[in-house]
């Protein structure tokens, strides 16, 4: 697969967060995907950064060999915080069940807030994607276009999302609208109050409302098979 962008004329400055689980990301196929399909791509016309936030792996050294980050932090999963009581009331006052999706949520999306934290206003782009992303087609992508907007890819089978939400797989925008994304993780639970609803993909559309989406193809999977056991 292959990249083609319209670049600006100065150089370019890019920002990849890469964070939460490791999952298939471990499997060095999947390395190769991002490197083919994305980092390298990027770094022929752009000063490219990864910033990686995850947990200890047995195979970590092996994607930091990859992506070689700029920063990286990894955390022991038994040393991270308890959920906060409002995420599980939250869940509660929703599914009216133990909580189950407020603990995944909560870390999933306090580890792109981190990420985010390291990443300057020198930056022009920010890209964020999941470890577990691949991709599978080719992408046509302006980076001109996304001086004020984020593009965001529709679901698997290119068709419009499930409930009219937005998928947090990737997406890439310039600074100031990213770093809103980013943010996701501060407002989430008061977003689900409003709706009476925990799914993510309508948390993530209500958090971004005003800012301007572009929607587009971008053929990829979610690869569920995991690598080695993380290490605790």
Known sequence: MTFFYSWVTKMTKCALIY??????????ENQENHLENLINPFKERAEVDCFVHT??????????????PKVCVLEKRNDIEEVPREWKECE?????SPPSIAP????????????STFINDSYDFIAKIRFDFTFGTTLELNLNELNNGIFIPYNMD????????????????DY??????CDFFNSAVEHAQKRNDFYTELLLKDHLEGINIIRGECYWNIDNSMGKSPSE
Do not use: W
């Open 104 to 115: 995944r949520l909560y870390y999933q999306l306090r580890k792109i807030y981190l990420a």
């Open 19 to 28: 964070s939460g689980d490791i999952r298939s990301f471990a499997k060095r």
């Open 158 to 173: 290119g068709n419009p999302d499930p409930r009219y939400g937005i998928v947090d797989t990737f997406a890439i925008g």
């Open 55 to 68: 947990y200890f792996h047995d195979e970590v050294n092996n994607i930091i060999d990859c992506l070689n």
């Open 92 to 96: 509660l006052l929703v599914h009216g």
């Open 176 to 181: 100031k609208n990213m770093i809103h994304y």
